[in-house]
Each structure stands twice: as C-alpha cells, then as structure tokens.
Nanobody
Framework: QVQLVESGGGLVQAGGSLRLSCAAS????????MGWFRRAAGKEREFVGA????????NYADSVKGRFTISRDNAKNTVYLQMNSLKPEDTAVYYC???????????????WGQGTQVTVSS
C-alpha cells in the first residue's frame, strides 16, 4: 500500500510558476513510475506527464511540454511537478499516481493522491 500526498497548489497569476510535490509513505517510490494528472471542472482526468523509476525517461502532454518539468528524489520519496508560464487553462486539481509501467492512461496507474488545486487567474 502506498499513500500519496500532494502539496504546493494555490492561486497564481497567468505567467507565474508553482511547484507541486507528491510525498509518498508506505513503500519506496523508487519501485514505481510516477505520473501527474489533472482534472478541470466538468472535464475528464487527463495525463500531464510521467517519469520513469530511474528518472531518466520523462514524457509530457503536448499542452504542457516546454512549460512543465517532472523530477523525482527517490531518497526523499518525493516527486515534483515544476509548472512555469502558467495559463488559465491549467486550472485544475492535480493528482500524482504510481504505476508499474511508464504509461499515460489513467488505467496504467494504481495508487492516487487526493489532489491539490491549482488556479491560474488571467
């Protein structure tokens, strides 16, 4: 069993930055690939980005490529999502999740955090 807790969300103006953290307990995160997803009001949960267990492989949704960066610190059992040049359309609840594969689909992921709200004002 893995417990995930996201933090770092908040209200930011367009063009600003936020860094989300996802802290894990229960098991070592080094055993898992990690993903970030988001769900905007009235929309389905969508893939944002993923990072492999080693951290060497990353991939991103086209909508965030070049603006968001995923990293991980396995010693701290934490994964991060650095979000720069934020846009109002990035407003959503952001979730981290674990995966035994390096996937982009919701069904590829097993354990989920409770989410953290990010709101970008125009």
């Amino acid at each position: 069993q893995v417990q995930l807790v996201e933090s770092g969300g908040g209200l930011v103006q367009a063009g600003g930055s936020l860094r989300l953290s996802c802290a894990a307990s229960g098991r070592a995160l080094s055993a898992y690939g990690m993903g970030w997803f988001r769900r905007a009001a009235g929309k389905e949960r969508e893939f944002v980005g993923a990072i492999s267990r080693s951290g060497l492989t990353k991939n991103y949704a086209d909508s965030v490529k070049g603006r968001f960066t995923i990293s991980r610190d396995n010693a701290k059992n934490t994964v991060y999502l650095q979000m720069n040049s934020l846009k109002p359309e990035d407003t959503a609840v952001y979730y981290c999740a674990t995966s035994l594969v390096h996937g982009t689909a919701v069904q590829d992921y097993d354990y989920w955090g409770q989410g953290t709200q990010v709101t970008v004002s125009s």
